[in-house]
């Protein structure tokens, strides 16, 4: 049964690094095949970003692997509709010196 799956990820700033709690080589390992390939998708303002993997004959086992560590079943427009992360204003004290 062919499935695509997304799991998201979240950054405070654009200086932070992503993280690698899920990784292409940790998926391959936990699916005993030698490679997974995925796709990123960016949010406009880098704060969000959306790894993509897509399991032509996903089985039983590597769909609830992958649910397990977090990643959701992945819709139409889902690489297109990656939220913007809200901006919080901060308002400074002016100084006269």
């Not at 390939?37 to 949010?43: P, V």
């Not at 977090?70 to 919080?88: H, K, L, S, W, Y």
Request: hydrophobic content about 35%.
């Amino acid at each position: 049964m062919m499935k695509d799956f997304y799991y998201e990820q979240h950054r405070e700033s654009i200086t932070e690094d992503w993280g690698d709690e899920v990784t292409a080589t940790m998926l391959a390992e936990k699916f005993d095949v030698p490679r997974v390939s995925y796709r990123i998708y960016y949010s406009k303002d880098n704060l969000t970003r959306r790894i993509f993997i897509f399991r032509g004959n996903c089985i039983q086992f590597e769909m609830e692997t992958l649910l397990g560590l977090g990643f959701v079943f992945a819709q139409d427009g889902d690489t297109e509709n990656i939220p913007d992360m809200p901006v919080e204003e901060h308002f400074g004290i002016e100084s006269n010196e």
